[in-house]
């Protein structure tokens, strides 16, 4: 069964660091997402990203965050300088066409800042 | 955006046992999701309901949205070691969801 991967699966950086989280979502989809998990919290919608451009962003998804296809199989989440407060679990997820279709979570990426 | 509240946040449940999770808006929900996280995995779609009333299965669970859309409940029978973890409901807005802060649930052989 296709499924959504994501490296690394930990990323340990230091503050002020940038990062780049990418991601290999479900090959036919079109939809495209970043949400995070801060330990022992709610899942949290960052962006969406459909046809080369951004569909919707949320209030955490700030100038510090960027999100770039840069070619027909990898989606990456890039963070220019990383906070402690970064640290989080980021899931990449896809969708295929339609509004009803399920979306496919990756297994995610752990974020360490110290 | 479409807020939900789930509750409770924690249910201890003896095996063998039935529980019921909780999911509330103030507003009227064009869907509710709802999706399994194990721990220390990531959220694992398990169903979506979009009609009023709407009640699916899937064997031991059972999935019901409201008469008014504005909640849902996840309802598990003869609870198993397997049913550990937590469970969000979510509401989808264009691709966008919008996850409840999820009932973590704890299985005692």
């Known amino acids: 069964e296709p499924e959504v991967t994501q490296t690394p699966s930990h990323q340990v950086t230091q503050m002020g660091q940038e990062v780049i989280l990418r991601c290999v979502p479900i090959s036919n989809h079109l939809y495209f997402y970043w949400y995070r998990q801060i330990l022992g919290q709610k899942v949290e919608f960052l962006v969406s990203f459909y046809n080369n451009e951004i569909s919707e962003k949320s209030e955490i998804f700030d100038d510090q965050f960027s999100v770039e296809r840069p070619d027909g199989s990898n989606f990456t989440l890039k963070i220019r300088s990383t906070k402690l407060e970064d640290s989080a679990m980021y899931f990449c997820?896809?969708?295929?066409?339609?509004?009803?279709?399920?979306?496919?979570f990756g297994p995610g990426t752990r974020l360490t800042v110290l | 955006g479409q807020q939900v509240m789930q509750i409770p946040q924690y249910q201890h449940v003896q095996e063998g046992e039935d529980f019921t999770t909780y999911c509330n808006s103030s507003?009227?929900?064009?869907?509710i999701q709802w999706y399994k996280q194990r721990p220390g995995g990531h959220p694992v779609f398990l169903i979506q309901?979009?009609?009023?009333?709407e009640v699916k299965k899937q064997k031991r669970l059972t999935f019901q949205f409201g008469e008014a859309k504005k909640n849902s409940s996840l309802h598990i029978t003869a609870t198993q070691t397997t049913d550990v973890g937590t469970y969000f409901c979510a509401t989808d807005s264009w691709g966008k969801l919008q996850f409840g802060a999820g009932t973590q649930v704890v299985v005692t052989p």
């Open positions: 507003t009227t929900l064009s869907n």
């Open positions: 997820a896809s969708r295929d066409r339609t509004s009803t279709d399920t979306q496919y």
């Open positions: 309901l979009v009609k009023s009333g």
